[in-house]
């Protein structure tokens, strides 16, 4: 085994020349060939090169494991750049709220009571201006409307609404429903965006909202109807693969004069609801899909 050290100026001529054997190999990973690789070992601003003979399997299994640690941080930038400051403002309220609690349980123990006072004057008062400003921004933000299609994410985990449609029953004989307004019929899509791990969700709920501000929860029996048929398609706590997708059906009972309607997506009420800004926070108009094909 022949090694050759080089140092870091020439670090990018060694890729220029090793760059082509990478999607040689890769493109005849399948196959039964053996051949001469080059290996790089990144090691203090250095580069070692390896000259070997090695299964060109084993190799494309090298390559797709460097792909999978990259689409791993690929994954993490995105979560990080989804972070806003009132997420970070957030998370150092409840860090900064709970050292004046410890330190004004300390003071309280060791009886020093104009300590405490002082702390808990001063908690009392961060949590009253935190709070007005997370009923404000909620009060004035506009409330935000999806068109058919048009996915909502939360992190890599989004879902669009993709057909509704309504009718008076649902299922087939002898477990035929009839509805007590109009059933809607709502089916919505689930991608996820990671690209290197499975994952589901399981606490998200689907309702619909009228014009009027009437909500209404999926009928049980008229879900327990469809999903009889296998017309519901996969429950929405499914596992996802990495670009993985599926649908769901989710029926409505609604009643007949009932118009405007839009789907709501609820999805873990914490931390949200206690964060400035987020949809899901108190007093937050909610986020609509619209509906095309519902009353």
Not at 38 to 43: P, R
Not at 179 to 203: N, Y
Request: with cysteine; proline share 4%.
């Amino acid at each position: 085994m022949s090694r050759i050290r080089l140092t870091a100026n020439r670090l990018h001529l060694c890729g220029e020349i090793a760059w082509p054997y990478l999607h040689t190999y890769e493109k005849y990973s399948n196959s039964a060939l053996c051949g001469r690789i080059v290996f790089w070992q990144f090691t203090d601003y250095s580069l070692s090169c390896f000259s070997l003979n090695s299964h060109a399997a084993w190799f494309a299994a090298l390559v797709g494991s460097i792909r999978s640690r990259l689409d791993s941080a690929t994954t993490i930038s995105r979560r990080a750049a989804c972070m806003t400051i009132f997420d970070l403002l957030f998370l150092a309220s409840a860090l900064g709220c709970s050292l004046a609690l410890i330190g004004a349980l300390v003071a309280l123990a060791r009886r020093r009571w104009p300590t405490t006072r002082r702390t808990l004057l001063g908690l009392g008062a961060y949590l009253l201006l935190y709070a007005l400003a997370l009923v404000s921004v909620a009060a004035l933000s506009p409330q935000r409307t999806l068109a058919r299609g048009q996915e909502r994410c939360f992190d890599d985990w989004c879902i669009a609404a993709v057909a509704a449609g309504q009718q008076p029953r649902i299922g087939a004989a002898p477990m035929t429903v009839m509805a007590q307004g109009c059933f809607v019929v709502v089916t919505v899509r689930v991608t996820s965006h990671a690209k290197a791990i499975s994952q589901r969700e399981l606490d998200t709920q689907l309702t619909l909202l009228d014009g009027a501000g009437r909500r209404y929860a999926v009928s049980t029996a008229g879900q327990r109807a469809l999903d009889a048929t296998g017309l519901g398609g996969q429950p929405l706590d499914t596992m996802l693969a990495p670009s993985g997708s599926f649908t769901h059906t989710a029926v409505f009972d609604v009643p007949m004069d009932a118009s405007q309607l839009a789907l709501v997506v609820s999805h873990d009420a914490f931390p949200g609801v206690l964060i400035i800004g987020d949809d899901q926070s108190l007093f937050h108009r909610p986020t609509l899909m619209r509906l095309s094909g519902a009353p």
